[in-house]
């Protein structure tokens, strides 16, 4: 497995925004696709974004589309979420994770990540 330490959350007004990192740390970090999550109060989690291990392919949910972008610096083991256009209802816990398996990509379902970081706070006031 892999650590993973989330960081950039806070406190935010609507259509401003944030920028998340995910430094990880203890296996090949540019072997494995990357991915962010999200729980909101009281909801599932869910998935946000992806990106491939090299960095070329991205995987967005229709929620986020236009608006994050999703990146990786593999020199520096770290993964990125640009968050844009930010809007009330993206208020949760934002979490990354690392793919169980070397160069896949996809599925983005929860199962199919073995390493979450401690997730970091974003909230969004209207």
């Known amino acids: 497995q892999v650590q993973l330490v989330e960081s950039g959350g806070g406190l935010v007004q609507a259509g401003g925004s944030l920028r998340l990192s995910c430094a990880a740390s203890?296996?090949?970090?540019?072997?494995?696709?990357m991915g962010w999550f999200r729980q909101a109060p009281g909801k599932e989690q869910e998935f946000v974004a992806a990106v491939s291990w090299s960095g070329g392919r991205t995987y967005y949910a229709d929620s986020v589309k236009g608006r994050f972008t999703i990146s990786r610096d593999n020199a520096k083991n770290t993964v990125y979420l640009q968050m844009n256009s930010l809007k009330p209802e993206d208020t949760a816990v934002y979490y990354c994770a690392a793919d169980k398996f070397v160069r896949r990509f996809g599925p983005f379902n929860r199962p199919d990540f073995d390493s979450w970081g401690q997730g970091t706070q974003v909230t969004v006031s209207s």
């Open positions: 203890g296996r090949t970090f540019s072997s494995y696709s």
